[in-house]
């Protein structure tokens, strides 16, 4: 597949073979039988083997331990509908978890919990509105008064803006999709760090949700247009679009792309939080691709056309489809399995279901991007 052979990276070029059996879905049938090999580059490519280095053993609850396992808590941002609430509801329904539901719009979140059947004392609605770093800062102060321990914190909120013609801005002046999905995702995460290694849990997990759009190294990463962050002036400028771009890589503004953009960023973040975090407190730092969700709010922007013809096209064509229900026991797992504390790495499923590790492009785990990302959006959320 001539889109995939974009990475002169040897690691990726093989990996990306193996992505192109159709459209780039089902790959892990592959993976699954060619396990060794996997193995193998994960040995050859520095960049990865740096990306899922092992959690420490003490991090896994024997099953001694497990048994007298207090009830986790966890906060979801955007769980008010999708992949969120899904992931919220199948929690909440094993009685392990208590949920916290981190949304901009309270009652849509509570009638959301009750119409899933999520039973009262198993989750808590608290307002978020991550395109605000006042409102990112009054939650984590609500929440820190509430007395809660934090055991795992899922960032899951998005926006995507594909028709937009012109930028539009956070309270705080960055492009929409770059400056809620990732700055207000970062801010939070940052500040509510120092709670998750307060936390007894045995399992702690910092997961933020990623996707196959921003990875150039499979077919629906190249659609166009195509993630590139470039050497991000327009990040470091403000993406304020006034002085600077609204673009991370400084060029005119388009929101399907700010979106991929912004999960790049994600992406990038939750590896770079991995490299400078996990050793010290044994926190899981992980990503994931749940799967095509077709049916989302996320793509309440795009043209009816669209809207109509994706889903059937997922479903039938690529066979990338998920339904919300398996979209969220996906995350869930992510959250809760004992079998996926691996932390640095990005989490994929195959046709079947199960679970596997997978390639991010070069873009997605470039080592010097994400540690300059860091760096620069310290700046803009006030952090340093
Ligand atoms: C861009 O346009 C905008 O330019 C940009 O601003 C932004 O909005 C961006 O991502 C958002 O979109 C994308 C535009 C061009 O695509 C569309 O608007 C149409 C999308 C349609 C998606 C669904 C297609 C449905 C097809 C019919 C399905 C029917 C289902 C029936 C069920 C079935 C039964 C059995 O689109 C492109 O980007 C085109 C360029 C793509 C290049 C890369 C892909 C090459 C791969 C070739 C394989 C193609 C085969 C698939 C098509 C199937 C069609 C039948
Ligand atoms: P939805 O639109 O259904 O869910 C997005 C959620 O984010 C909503 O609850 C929305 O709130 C919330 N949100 C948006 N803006 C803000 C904000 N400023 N502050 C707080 N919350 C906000 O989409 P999905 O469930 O599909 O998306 C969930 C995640 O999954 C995203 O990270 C997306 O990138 C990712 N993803 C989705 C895929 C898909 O195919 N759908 C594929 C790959 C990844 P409200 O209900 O108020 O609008
Ligand atoms: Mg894509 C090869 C399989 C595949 C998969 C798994 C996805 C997932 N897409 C695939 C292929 C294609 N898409 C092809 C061949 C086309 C051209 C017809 C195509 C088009 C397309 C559009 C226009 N796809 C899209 C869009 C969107 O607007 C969605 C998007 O980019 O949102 C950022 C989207 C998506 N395709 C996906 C997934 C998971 C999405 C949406 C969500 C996301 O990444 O968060």
């Not at 459209?23 to 050859?44: A, I």
């Not at 960049?47 to 808590?73: C, D, E, H, Y």
């Not at 997961?207 to 327009?234: E, F, H, W, Y």
């Not at 749940?290 to 793509?299: D, K, M, R, Y």
Request: glycine share 8%; charged share 20%; aromatic share 8%.
């Amino acid at each position: 597949m001539a889109l995939q052979a974009t990475s002169s990276f040897a690691v990726h070029r093989e990996v990306t073979l193996k992505d192109s059996s159709l459209f780039g879905v089902p790959l892990s049938t592959h993976l699954k039988v060619d396990f060794t090999s996997r193995k193998e580059f994960n040995q050859r490519g520095a960049l990865k083997t740096q990306a899922v280095a092992t959690t420490p053993a003490a991090n896994i609850a024997s099953t001694g331990a497990k048994k007298t396992l207090r009830k986790g808590t966890v906060i979801i941002t955007g769980a008010s509908s999708g992949l969120g609430l899904a992931t919220a509801k199948s929690l909440a329904e094993t009685g392990k978890w208590h949920v916290i539901m981190a949304c901009r719009d309270f009652l849509k979140a509570e009638r959301a919990a009750k119409s899933s059947g999520i039973s009262k004392e198993n989750y808590t609605v608290m307002h978020l509105d991550l395109s605000s770093f006042d409102s990112v800062r009054q939650f984590v102060g609500n929440f820190k008064q509430s007395g809660r321990p934090l055991d795992v914190l899922v960032c899951n909120a998005a926006v995507y803006l594909p028709t937009a013609k012109e930028p539009t801005f956070t309270a705080d002046g960055f492009e929409l999709s770059v400056g809620t999905n990732h700055l207000g995702h970062f801010l939070l995460a940052r500040l509510l760090l120092d709670d998750m290694k307060k936390s007894d849990y045995p399992s702690k997990r910092l997961i933020i949700v990623g996707s196959i759009t921003g990875n150039t190294n499979t077919l629906a990463g190249n659609v166009p247009p195509k993630a590139n962050l470039g050497d991000m002036r327009g990040l470091a400028g403000g993406l304020n679009g006034l002085n600077s771009s609204a673009m991370i890589d400084g060029g005119d503004f388009d929101g399907a792309k700010a979106y991929k953009d912004s999960k790049v960023c994600n992406m990038l973040m939750m590896q770079e939080f991995h490299r400078r975090f996990h050793e010290e407190t044994g926190i899981t730092f992980a990503s994931l691709y749940p799967g095509c969700i077709a049916t989302t709010g996320l793509f309440r922007e795009h043209i009816p056309l669209f809207r109509l013809l994706f889903p059937p096209f997922q479903k039938y064509i690529t066979k990338g489809y998920v339904s919300e229900d398996e979209s969220g026991k996906r995350l869930a797992q992510v959250v809760s399995d004992p079998s996926l504390t691996k932390s640095g790495v990005y989490w994929s499923w195959n046709n079947n279901s199960a679970s596997f590790e997978n390639q991010l492009s070069e873009e997605a785990s470039d080592v010097s991007k994400a540690q300059k990302i860091w760096e620069i959006s310290e700046k803009l959320v006030g952090l340093a």
